[in-house]
């Protein structure tokens, strides 16, 4: 470990680090533009200039190892001199849009332009320009601005593992753009916006909308996919302007996916506002009362088996306790939150979550991915999974569908075959999961979600115990969800019922009422001539066919409780109020319940999380995974031999929110073509 002295101060680094790293140690903040800590070293902006002892020039502290006896000057005359020339001559073509730009408030160059700016400019020449470029729907590029930091081309080379990116002509004549012009197809495209240090990339979207210091900043959690990657909620008045990503080491580092980011315009569309009661076969708009009179005149009286529940993919833990507490009241173990119908077996948390952690996929050295999709199904995982092919030593085998990952593996095969033949210990790969020191396996929804799903689950599960991924300090065995309620739902234990029974039951007629709490993704033609309660925020398939409507809160409307895929408990918090009528939903269940004679014991937010905690112990943390205790789940049963698919077939469109979404529907328009008509999930 070299000893270096910056600005006086002896300093001990760990090999490897380089100067400006040494000297964000001991708090000392260096300028710079092209330098990000998650990306290669560039060096081709120089504002991290520092003067090092016996250099003959100054050196750049990003590109600079530490090395013994180094002495650093960092805030010498000299070393602001050098500064101010470059800031200089990055402001020479720089034009001056700061009064229009979306950059403006939160722009490093005009950070850095207060310390290092001049009042005046040497530079008498033409100011170069460069065409507007066309990257998509999502960013707004406005290349004259750009100062070629290469930051974008190493994000989408390194990170995102979509290398569309790249310059072409020298100094002067140097433009970033896409080579031939097309839409960026990455799923994490959009963090491009937060890492271009001035205005070059900006969000298409939000564009001319508002200024940063107008906005609420609300820090909460994303239910687009199951990751439960952290963001920050930023509205102004009733209305959410953005979504950005925050730092959390653990789950999503800084990063968020392009759906998460932009589909919150959809929040504004198609919205329930107001009560629905369905009469003489339309939809009119009712007052609370009303809708609670329908209701209780059709379930009062009504033997409870013939009522029945369904939790959606986007339903918080608080609404669910309250759902499955009100089921039990009148008198019904109908009730399921697997509206997809993945084979996942409630019994055993070891077995429906994700135990190595998202982090701790960078200890893993082996992967073995059965039925799914992760780059469309979650692409912060997918991320992972390629920063690890990146360190070196870690291979992975895919059975499913052959798609790009972003990261070098081997396609296994298509289906079951193939995965028998590693149960076996008859394939190649099972050798290689064999050998590993932390091998693991990610198993998907379109593995579970088949007729055989619980015989896949078994024969996943003999393969992790036979090929060591199971070990005191070790679980390489992983369930990949793709519904943010999923994980949550089970861990209440909302699995007394299965979705497959109550349609059918509904079609036979043994169950008269379907309550249906956020759940769009079920055929709803089976529900036959149920009487369909519908609690939700959009007005998406389940409000269609409902006989009442209660309008419910989205994510941002709520303070809420959610489980992420690797079981961890989040709390999504209150950014902006609900709309109209609108309610939080768990108030509208403890309100129903008191209509319909079986009152719920909780009048307030924590007392609803005192009974969920009292469910289970898990909902006591926060932000904080509990371990699942390993043991039985799955039967063994004959194997379907007809290829894995995966569950998410348009990553654009898969719930309400994104549905509702223009700038969603501009993302398919631009990249999926034909494929458009799609709403993004089998159901």
């Known amino acids: ?184 197809t990455s799923e994490l495209s959009g963090n491009m916006i937060d890492l271009c240090p001035v205005g070059a990339l900006t969000s298409n979207p939000y564009a001319f909308n508002a200024r940063p210091w107008e906005l609420k900043k609300t820090e909460s959690i994303d239910v687009m996919d199951a990751v439960g990657s952290a963001i920050r909620v930023d509205a102004k008045g009733p209305e959410v302007m953005r979504i950005l990503p925050r730092l959390n080491e653990d789950v999503n580092e800084e990063w968020i996916s392009d759906k998460t980011r932009f589909a919150c315009d959809g929040l504004k569309r198609q919205r329930l506002d107001t009560p629905y009661v369905r009469r003489d076969g339309k939809l009119e708009p009712a007052s609370w009362d009303e809708a609670f009179s329908a209701i209780a005149d059709r379930v009062k009286g009504m033997d409870g088996s013939k009522f029945a529940a369904i939790t959606g993919d986007m339903a918080c833990a608080e609404s669910m306790t309250a759902l499955k507490d009100l089921t039990a009241a009148l008198g019904s173990d109908n009730i399921d939150c697997r509206q997809d119908g993945a084979a996942l077996d409630a019994s055993c948390r070891g077995g429906y979550v994700f135990n190595t952690t998202i982090a701790g996929i960078e200890e893993a050295d082996a992967c073995l991915i059965i039925g799914s999709n992760t780059r469309k199904e979650a692409p912060i995982i997918n991320a992972r999974l390629r920063k690890r092919y990146l360190m070196g030593g870690f291979k992975a085998g895919m059975i499913g569908e052959a798609v790009d990952l972003t990261f070098k593996h081997e396609h296994l095969g298509a289906g079951t075959d193939t995965l028998s033949e590693i149960a076996d210990g008859k394939h190649s790969f099972a050798k290689i999961l064999k050998k590993a020191k932390k091998p693991m396996l990610i198993l998907g929804q379109g593995a579970l979600k088949r007729s055989d799903g619980t015989a896949v689950l078994a024969m996943a599960r003999q393969i992790a115990e036979d090929n060591g991924m199971i070990s005191d300090d070790w679980n390489g065995f992983n369930v990949l969800h793709t519904a943010a309620a999923r994980v949550g739902g089970l861990d209440l234990g909302l699995v007394s019922g299965d979705v497959a029974s109550i349609l059918d039951g509904c079609g036979s007629g043994s169950i008269d009422v379907v309550y249906l709490l956020g759940a769009d993704e079920i055929d709803m033609n089976r529900l036959g001539k149920a009487f369909v309660i519908y609690q ?37 918090r209150l950014a902006v109020f609900p709309l109209g009528e609108a309610r939080e939903d768990w108030t509208i269940l403890r309100a129903l319940s008191d209509v319909l004679g079986h009152k719920l014991p909780y009048d307030t937010l924590s007392e609803v999380r005192q009974r969920m905690v009292a469910i289970n112990s898990v909902f006591d943390g926060d932000d904080e995974v509990t371990g699942g205790a390993w043991g039985e789940f799955g039967v063994k049963g004959k194997l379907d031999s007809s290829a894995f698919v995966s569950p998410i077939s348009n990553f654009h469109m898969t719930d309400p929110i994104s549905r509702a979404s223009e700038t969603m529907a501009q993302c398919i328009e631009a990249l999926l073509g034909d494929n458009k008509g799609k709403t993004g999930t089998d159901g």
């Not at 269609?544 to 999504?572: C, F, I, M, S």
Request: aromatic share 4%.
């Open 1 to 184: 470990m070299p000893k270096l002295t910056i600005d006086g101060i002896e300093v001990e680094v760990q090999d490897g680090l380089t100067v400006l790293q040494a000297c964000e140690q001991i708090g000392i903040e260096i300028p710079r533009f092209c330098y990000h800590e998650r990306l290669t070293i560039a060096g081709n902006c120089r504002m991290c200039l520092v003067e090092m002892e016996r250099a003959p020039k100054p050196i750049a502290s990003c590109a600079m190892p530490a090395g013994e006896g180094m002495v650093i000057t960092t805030n010498s005359p000299a070393v602001k001199k050098m500064r101010q020339g470059v800031m200089e001559l990055l402001l020479i073509n720089h034009p001056l849009d700061c009064p229009i730009c979306d950059q403006g408030g939160e722009c490093d160059l005009q950070d850095q332009a207060v310390g290092y700016g001049m009042d005046r400019s040497r530079y008498t020449e033409e100011k170069r320009s460069v065409k507007d470029k066309t990257f998509g729907p999502l960013i707004r590029a406005m290349m004259t601005r750009c100062i070629h930091c290469t930051r974008c081309i190493r994000f989408s080379s390194e990170i995102a593992g979509v290398p569309e990116l790249g310059a072409t002509g020298r100094g002067e004549h140097m433009e970033v753009g896409t080579y031939i012009e097309k839409a960026l």
């Open 536 to 572: 939700g925020h959009h007005g998406d398939a389940g409000a269609h066919r409902a006989d009442v409507v209660l309008p419910g809160a989205a994510y941002t409307e709520k303070n809420a409780t959610y489980v992420n895929t690797e079981g961890r408990v989040q709390r999504g």
